[in-house]
């Protein structure tokens, strides 16, 4: 029974960091229909950002963590802006632009940084939910994962921004028509997943230890995750993070943690064999 | 009365048009008894192994648009299997590798099997998910005690039974050598049946998928059959580079399940070259893949960051490949001089 509950609380808190990871990615995959694969690398790039505000320039923690998502949400808008835009004439074109953005990235960092993992201060306590105690930093990054998704549903789906991110999303030629402007929209989506990297980095840090390269995970997590519940489609990619979630945890207390990276993967290929456009996601 | 005589290309004409590939063949592999030092020597040969993992991607992805990014599957399970295969079995690597190829390519079909039910970028992201799926097997716990862990497995390289009688100094350059031109030998092989096979009605068939899948069918294509034939043949292909690659440098780690490593080279030339014209990326990948290894003399540790930036601004200038036009216009000026070489003797 107490390892049911742990699974059950660490399996929601989990869910909840790839659900937020993975709406950041598919605001572009679903708009653009395209996948950034620069998405990781920009999470890395908001966690230096911040360690090097708080021990090089002594901002302030809330300064540096303001200062550092906006410095990447402009950042993902440069990138969107240089190398998906203008790829999207040749699709294919988009994997090696975005992918030699995120080893640029990587390399950057590993020659500034070099390869020692860095991270930044954590929200010291523990607090007893349920029987289970939980670290309070989890606490909150669940808390603050759960406040981002309601805003970016309340945005998707009252503002009227939001209603057109999801008319381009649906179609490309159909929003043209009404009037909406397809490129304004993405860049829109470029500057809204710049910050949901930022936020998700941020912090994740604390808890994974950074290094340069560690924004591979969260971007194939994330992908999986969109890919499983249907492109463009926020349901879907809900109850797949939750899925990808639950499942890693049940198979980290049953099996042990390496294998348990593998497990959600074999699960998502199998739901693609089955459902090739996603569990809610539509045919074209 | 005059007999209608139909033009037949002569066997001259058409030795003449090879001649200046033949050449350049011919001076490449001559480049190690020129006294090229070990170090390049080495470099060449893993960029003619590079080359077969271009030829194959360019094969089934830059005919039929499918783009395959799980090469790193096929080419990591042909090294361990080569691996394993000396490890339980006691097979020399010389004779294991053609066997681990096979192997590896049967295991990619059935794996592939299911996904090529699913079309266009949902094929692209399944693939990706295999590699990653694999590395994450062969590090975690039960798998890991077989298969090595993250030290990988060791084994005596290719020809090290043979090598070992030689003394210390020619040993070498017997091994590196012999390496090069091995590997040389089995890339030309492959560039000239991929050509073959990526202009035959075959390829054609391929290129129709690329171009309407739907209207392929409706005009009588066994699509799934012909992307089935395609794929596996593919995937021999980066099975061979795979196995080729783990008998010349032991120990096999999980690394080679890293798309950095195995496919993004192999990409790039691909992009580059000139999807599907085989032509393209064949030059492609030795022109990126030695540019990359100058730069680590001339930028050190900055050359990633550059060679990336370059990489895109070229792939953002001509998405459809620079490589194949350039060597049109190189092609059609030495034709020109070619020609005139022979009217005027």
């Known amino acids: 029974m107490e390892e049911f509950k742990y699974i059950l609380i660490f399996g929601l808190l989990h869910s909840l960091t790839y659900l937020v990871f993975s709406l950041g990615f598919s605001l572009i995959f679903g708009v653009a229909r395209l996948p950034n694969l620069s998405y990781g690398a920009l999470y890395v790039f908001a966690g230096y950002a911040t360690y090097i505000f708080l021990t090089q320039l002594g901002l302030d923690f809330s300064l540096a963590v303001i200062a550092s998502t906006l410095l990447t949400a402009t950042t993902s808008f440069a990138v969107g802006e240089f190398t998906i835009k203008p790829a999207m004439k040749f699709p294919v074109s988009v994997f090696i632009t975005t992918m030699a953005v995120a080893y640029i990235f990587e390399e950057f960092f590993r020659i500034q940084m070099g390869l020692r993992p860095v991270t930044l201060p954590l929200y010291s306590g523990t607090t007893t939910v349920m029987g289970v105690p939980v670290s309070n930093h989890w606490l909150l990054v669940g808390l603050v994962s759960l406040l981002m998704v309601l805003a970016l549903l309340l945005f998707l789906f009252k503002t009227s921004i939001g209603r057109a991110v999801r008319a381009v999303a649906e179609s490309w030629e159909e929003s043209m028509r009404l009037g909406i402007n397809p490129l304004k929209v993405l860049r829109v989506t470029f500057l809204l997943s710049g910050v949901y990297a930022a936020l998700t980095g941020i912090l994740l840090t604390p808890l994974k230890a950074l290094t340069p390269g560690s924004g591979w995970t969260p971007l194939f997590t994330a992908f999986a995750v969109v890919v499983m519940g249907g492109i463009g489609n926020v349901l879907g990619t809900v109850i797949a993070s939750l899925i990808y979630g639950f499942t890693e945890q049940l198979v980290t207390y049953m099996l042990g943690g390496g294998i348990a990276r593998v497990v959600p993967l074999v699960l998502i290929v199998l739901v693609l064999v089955f459902r090739p456009h996603g569990l809610f996601g539509r045919g074209e | ?345």
Not at chain 2, 229 to 247: E, K
Not at chain 2, 282 to 294: D, F, P, R, S
Not at chain 2, 313 to 322: I, T
């Open chain 2, 1 to 345: 009365m005059s007999k209608l005589v139909f033009a037949k290309p002569s066997k001259i004409k058409k030795v003449r048009k090879l001649l200046p590939s033949l050449a350049v063949v011919a001076i490449y592999l001559a480049l190690p008894i020129m006294g090229l030092s070990g170090f390049w020597i080495d470099v060449l040969t893993r960029v003619n192994i590079f080359l077969l993992i271009t030829l194959s991607l360019d094969l089934y992805s830059g005919t039929t648009l499918y783009l395959n990014l799980g090469v790193p599957f096929t080419v990591g399970a042909s090294a361990y299997a080569i691996a394993l295969l000396n490890r339980y079995l006691g097979i020399p690597v010389e004779y294991a590798i053609l066997p681990s190829a096979a192997i590896s390519a049967v295991l990619s079909f059935a794996i592939f099997i299911p996904s090529l039910r699913v079309r266009g970028a949902y094929f692209s992201i399944l693939s990706l998910l295999l590699p990653i799926i694999l590395a994450g097997l062969v590090t975690s716990q039960p798998f890991s005690l077989y298969l090595g862990g993250e030290g990988g497995i060791s084994y005596p390289p290719l020809f090290f039974s043979y090598a070992r009688t030689l003394p210390a100094r020619e040993r070498l350059f017997f091994l590196s050598a012999s390496y090069f031109y091995i590997s040389a030998a089995v890339a030309i092989v492959a560039y000239v049946i991929c050509y073959k096979v990526a202009y035959s009605d075959f390829g054609f068939m391929m290129r129709s998928i690329g171009q309407d899948e739907l209207l392929a069918e409706a005009s009588g294509i066994d699509t799934f059959r012909v992307k089935l034939v395609g794929f596996t043949a593919s995937s021999f292909l980066s099975a061979v580079a795979g196995a080729l690659y783990a008998a010349m440098r032991p120990p096999v780690t999980a690394d080679v399940f890293i798309p950095a490593n195995t496919l993004v080279p192999s990409l790039t030339a691909v992009i580059l070259g000139g999807m599907g014209t085989v032509v393209g990326p064949a030059i492609a990948n030795h022109l990126t893949l030695i540019t990359y290894e100058v730069l680590w003399g001339v930028l050190g540790r900055w050359r990633i960051i550059l060679y990336m930036c370059l990489l895109i601004v070229l792939v953002l200038l001509r998405p459809q490949g620079f490589v194949f036009y350039l060597y049109l216009r190189l092609k059609r000026a030495v034709s020109t001089k070619i020609s005139r070489l022979f009217e005027g003797a």
